[in-house]
């Protein structure tokens, strides 16, 4: 099964510009910082053409005091270009190296993955997006997650103003025993500089970064 | 004495309008209705794209209307197949594309 896994990882990774869509323009970098009450992650990745993305992936999971540095692909399956609105299906597959130096894993390192889908439909006052991850780390942490996030806009923008959502994002992790986070959050978008800032029902806060080139 | 006035008015009337009609010959403008252009990224990508092109004098996009007018310089060409292209590039799609002289 986990032969299959690897397997899947590889073929998406080095099949991926085949049946991929645009992520960013064709030239176009990216930085983004996540954290919230669970992980911390970097993911810098640059778009060769309008298809797909590839870029260094570094995470650090909180509770399983866990590392992971990846090279992660970010392919667009599908988008759907209406006139007043967007849809997009995303593929995000990675692979790269865990380290922990938890309990009985302490200083152990290993190849590790995950994959998983994106969905997201917006237009110029609401947004809603699904999201899943399958992350497998052989021995050391295998988990899966899913997220769906409800944003409504308040105003209505012109392009260079600054652009505010209010939104909500609902997440499940099986795994734990407490599995549902609630995460209220406002994202501010001027220019290239996209800001999300939450408070979840457990009182950690949420803090992501995103910038565009 | 009003028929002097009335002639410069007229003289003067003339000339602005000369002046407004070689300032838009200095660049040829083409709106083009965009699907999808729904945030400042999405106008972002198609304006960071047209403007490495060496036609484009400059680009405006309007997210309300779904539209983008693109200035073309005077001495330059683009036509529709490339304008179609570079939306495409950006990852969204044309609807109509309506030139102005």
């Known amino acids: 099964m986990r032969f299959l896994f690897y397997i899947i990882i590889i073929f998406t990774l ?5 049946y991929a869509r645009p992520i960013s323009y064709a030239g176009g970098w990216t930085t983004m910082f996540m954290n919230d009450d669970n992980r911390n992650k970097m993911h810098v990745h640059f778009s060769p ?3 797909m993305s590839i ?3 570094i995470e650090y999971f909180h509770d399983e005091e866990l590392f992971f540095n990846s090279i992660q692909v970010n392919n667009l399956l599908k988008r759907w270009n209406k006139k007043k609105s967007q849809a997009n299906l995303y593929l995000k597959s990675g692979f790269g190296i865990a380290y922990t130096d938890k309990n009985k894993f302490d200083g152990k390192s290993q190849a590790a993955g995950f994959t998983g889908i994106s969905f997201d439909w917006e237009n110029r006052s609401y947004f ?3 999201e899943n991850r399958y992350f497998e780390a052989e021995k050391i942490y295998n988990s899966f997650s899913q997220s769906a996030t409800f944003g409504i806009a308040p105003y209505e923008g012109s392009y260079g103003d600054l652009h505010t959502w209010l939104m909500i994002k609902v997440e499940n992790k099986p795994e734990k025993e407490d599995n549902l986070t609630v995460t209220p959050l406002v994202r501010l978008f001027k220019n290239v500089h996209l800001f999300e800032l939450g408070l979840n029902d457990r009182g950690k806060f949420l803090f992501n970064y995103v910038k565009r080139y | ?3 002097i006035y ?3 008015t007229l003289v003067l009337f003339c000339f602005s309008l000369n002046i407004n009609a070689n300032e838009k010959n200095d660049f040829k403008e083409v709106h083009v209705s965009v699907n999808g ?3 400042d990224f999405c106008a972002q990508s198609i ?3 047209f403007k490495k092109e060496e036609a484009v004098q400059d680009i405006d996009v309007d997210l309300k209307m779904g539209m983008v007018t693109i200035h073309i310089k005077s001495d330059a060409i683009m036509d529709d197949v490339k304008i179609t292209e570079l939306i495409t590039q950006s990852g969204y799609s044309v609807e109509g594309i309506h030139r102005v002289q």
């Open chain 1, 14 to 18: 080095f099949n991926s510009v085949s």
């Open chain 2, 6 to 8: 009335l002639f410069i």
């Open chain 2, 37 to 39: 252009l729904v945030c």
């Open chain 2, 47 to 49: 304006e960071k794209l």
């Open chain 1, 128 to 130: 809603v997006k699904y």
């Open chain 2, 1 to 3: 004495m009003k028929k």
């Open chain 1, 49 to 51: 053409t309008h298809k």
């Open chain 1, 55 to 57: 870029g260094l992936n």
